[in-house]
């Protein structure tokens, strides 16, 4: 079981939106920042949210993301066929003096 | 850039040592990860390891078997995995620490290891 908890799945159709939850506690996301990954198989993960809500140069402005308290949530905006990945949150645990991720979403363009 | 190296096929209770060469960057200030994932599994953070080296840090169940090391003399960082076990079969990323904060903002493709007799 991940430290981290995120739904494993969530659909929509294309030019809709999608929101992805993450659900932790005060030793990691309560106290630290939350960290949003894109990763499709055979491929490097990619970062789309760094420090609860950035965006990375080149990430477009139809991903955001928001933390309050021990939860934190991506949201995707204008859903595209080429979103179809798996999503991860991130964050760093002080309990266990390293990083944690959630179990991971799959998101499905219908 | 970050390329992995050195995944195989290796049997279990035996060692393995994966290398990431870093290129583009100043490897020397930034603090690096190994990341897994185990197939059909999520992504599992597996080491830390500071800009200098001085300060690594495990997750559980590597604790005691992996060593994680770094030559910034040669922009290389470094995965010794020993005792390995079946567990242990993942796809091993290299991941970039951020300079502001932990996140991981540059990975490599990975390196496959395979740990059955």
């Known amino acids: 079981q991940s430290v981290l908890t995120q739904p494993p799945s969530v659909s929509a159709a294309p030019g809709q939106k999608v929101t992805i939850s993450c659900s932790g506690s005060?030793?990691?996301?309560?106290?630290?920042?939350v960290s949003w990954y894109q990763h499709l198989p055979g491929t490097a993960p990619k970062l789309l949210i760094f420090?609860?809500?950035k965006r990375p140069s080149g990430i477009p402005d139809r991903f955001s993301g928001s933390k309050s308290g021990t939860s934190a949530t991506l949201g995707i905006t204008g859903l595209q066929t080429g979103d179809e990945a798996d999503y991860y949150c991130?964050?760093?645990?002080?309990?266990?003096?390293?990083?944690?991720f959630g179990g991971g979403t799959k998101v499905t363009v219908l | 850039q970050l390329m992995e190296s050195g995944g195989g096929l290796v049997q279990p209770g035996g060692s393995l040592r994966l290398s990431c060469a870093a290129s583009?960057?100043?490897?020397?200030?930034?603090?690096m990860n190994w990341v897994r994932q185990a197939p059909g599994k999520g992504l599992e953070w597996v080491s830390y390891?500071?800009?200098?080296?001085?300060?690594?840090y495990y997750a559980d169940p590597v604790k005691g078997r992996f060593a994680i090391s770094r030559d910034n003399a040669r922009n290389s960082l470094f995965l010794t995995m020993n005792s390995l076990r079946a567990e242990d079969t993942a796809i091993y990323y290299c991941?970039?620490?951020?300079?502001?904060?932990?996140?991981?903002?540059?990975w490599g493709k990975g390196t496959t290891v395979i740990v059955s007799s």
């Open positions: 991941a970039r620490d951020g300079q502001t904060s932990h996140y991981m903002d540059v």
């Open positions: 583009g960057f100043t490897f020397s200030s930034y603090e």
């Open positions: 390891i500071s800009n200098s080296g001085n300060s690594m």
């Open positions: 005060s030793s990691n996301i309560g106290n630290n920042y």
């Open positions: 420090e609860n809500d």
């Open positions: 991130g964050a760093w645990d002080r309990g266990l003096s390293g990083a944690v």
